[in-house]
């Protein structure tokens, strides 16, 4: 399967240092584009990963997928300090929630 550019997760950004839209893509990480538009950024960050991608496929390396194509589960495993982990359960007991609830509902609502 041949990855679309388009498919990538960019932004551009007003750079003060440089005095210029810089754009950047979360996949490529090492790789920006500065330009007096955002849209010339955009642009030549998408020619840039355009042969990225191209001299990946050569070489045979792995092609990064982009964010909006992978499969995420759901889950994930964080450690957190007993200290931390006693105050959660009893907070979440307090609002008669297990901690997986309450902690979804803050992540919900930091967002």
């Not at 388009?6 to 240092?17: F, G, I, K, L």
């Amino acid at each position: 399967m041949r990855t679309e550019i388009s498919h990538y997760t960019y932004r551009v950004t007003w750079s003060v240092e440089d005095q210029e839209f810089v754009a950047t893509c979360l996949e490529f990480p090492s790789l920006s584009w500065l330009a007096s538009t955002q849209i010339e950024a955009l642009s030549g960050l998408e020619q840039v990963i355009a042969e990225a991608l191209e001299d990946l496929r050569d070489e045979g390396e792995t092609i990064p997928e982009p964010l909006s194509e992978r499969h995420y589960s759901g889950k994930f495993n964080l450690r957190v300090g007993e200290s931390l982990h006693r105050r959660l359960a009893i907070e979440a007991a307090e609002e008669q929630l297990s901690i997986n609830q309450l902690i979804v509902r803050r992540l919900t609502n930091a967002s």
